[in-house]
């Protein structure tokens, strides 16, 4: 069962402390283990154009108007005053508005966008789960920004022994519809990886409008071990299809299928890590919502301790400290201690973690942030 629950809450990493292997386990069967044919149909992505080209235009006016003289210098010539009269308002009159208005329009959203009038149109579904902050399925402000990523330093027994790092990537279509990217890295250091190597890497991409999984793919390089893994959240069958392959140090290769029901609005074992961020995270709440894994359905509960000040190499944080507990078929599991520090903000960003593992503690702290852009 502990196996189970290592994966949440970026807890996996701590199996990479219990060998003593050197680099990653390669394969030249490394291709095959990661086709998955019927992945691939029933996830279909598609990017989407940003607004990048437009926020391009605006540094691209302000170097052109040095080369607006030019136009100026008709003016002077008082021997065609019908000419310059015209050419004067339609010159700068145009080229001074986009200037000034572009880049107003963005500050102003940003503004007012997360903050609407409170709405609550019956109770928010699944009726498990928290309504405060939310108009329906949508939180009332957006945690998210893309281009956002955290870096945190991992150490076990207070060596460093790598970094994780937590990303949103730009916006994707999924299945024709918007979703976020979310992405995970794991990548041990080169003193730690004489002991045990480490290159893992997970994605999933989730809904924009009701923030439901359309998928979680996990590509693990280790010393003792190969792994890919690929799960769909089936919303129209509400089936969760769960594919794993993994070969380890012997060439031992293993396959693992499981099907399982769906709950409404379940999150993956790395989408549940990012959800927890739209909740109003107030001390003394519980949040709860519901979690599909490995053919289990299983209720976390996000308890919110207290406030803490975190003092960090980046400088002091105001946060806010919570504690996720598992319920498995209705029976609480012990976990050992697992703790978050997130930012005391709307953004909600992970700075801190710790967890106890069979020996000793693996602890996260910041050392880099991005906050992306609005």
């Given at each position: ?182 992405r995970l890295m794991a990548k041990s250091n080169n003193f730690f990886s004489r002991i045990y190597s480490v290159e893992d890497t997970a994605e999933t991409f ?169």
């Amino acid at each position: 069962m502990k196996q189970l629950l290592k994966p949440f809450f970026i807890v996996a990493l701590s199996v990479v402390l219990f060998s003593c292997s050197s680099r990653p386990l390669t394969s030249d069967r490394e291709e095959d283990l990661s086709q998955f044919e019927d992945y691939d149909k029933l996830i279909v992505v598609e990017s989407i154009e940003t607004t990048e080209p437009e926020k391009r235009e605006s540094p691209e006016l302000a170097p052109s108007e040095p080369a607006q003289p030019p136009t100026a210098a008709p003016p002077p010539s008082p021997v065609a005053p019908k000419a310059p009269p015209k050419a004067a308002p339609k010159a700068s009159a145009p080229k001074a508005a986009p200037v000034a208005k572009a880049p107003e329009k963005p500050i102003e959203q940003t503004v007012e966008d997360p903050a609407p009038p409170p709405q609550t149109s019956g109770p928010r579904q699944p009726e498990l789960e928290d309504s405060e902050g939310f108009v329906g399925r949508r939180p009332l402000r957006d945690p998210f920004r893309v281009g956002e990523r955290v870096t945190l330093s991992v150490s076990y027994f207070r060596v460093v022994a790598g970094t994780l790092d937590l990303e949103v990537l730009p916006f994707v279509q999924v299945n024709g519809e918007k979703s976020y990217h979310f992405r995970l890295m794991a990548k041990s250091n080169n003193f730690f990886s004489r002991i045990y190597s480490v290159e893992d890497t997970a994605e999933t991409f989730v809904n924009f409008e009701d923030l439901r999984p359309y998928n979680m793919s996990m590509s693990i390089r280790e010393s003792r071990q190969m792994k890919e893994i690929r799960s769909v959240h089936n919303w129209e069958t509400m089936i969760v299809n769960y594919r794993e392959r993994s070969l380890n140090r012997r060439g031992r290769e293993s396959n693992r299928d499981f099907e399982w029901e769906l709950l409404p609005y379940a999150q993956n074992v790395l989408s549940g890590t990012f959800y927890m961020r739209n909740f109003t995270l107030t001390p003394g709440k519980t949040i709860e919502y519901h979690v599909a894994d490995r053919g289990k359905n299983i209720v976390v509960q996000i308890d919110v301790l207290r406030r803490e000040t975190l003092k960090t190499d980046l400088g002091e944080f105001q946060t806010v400290v919570v504690q996720p507990r598992f319920e498995i078929d209705g029976v609480f599991r012990p976990t050992g201690d697992i703790f978050f520090w997130l930012t005391d903000d709307d953004r909600k960003l992970i700075v801190r973690f710790s967890a106890d593992v069979r020996i000793g503690q693996v602890v996260g702290q910041v050392i880099g942030i991005e906050k992306g852009r609005p």
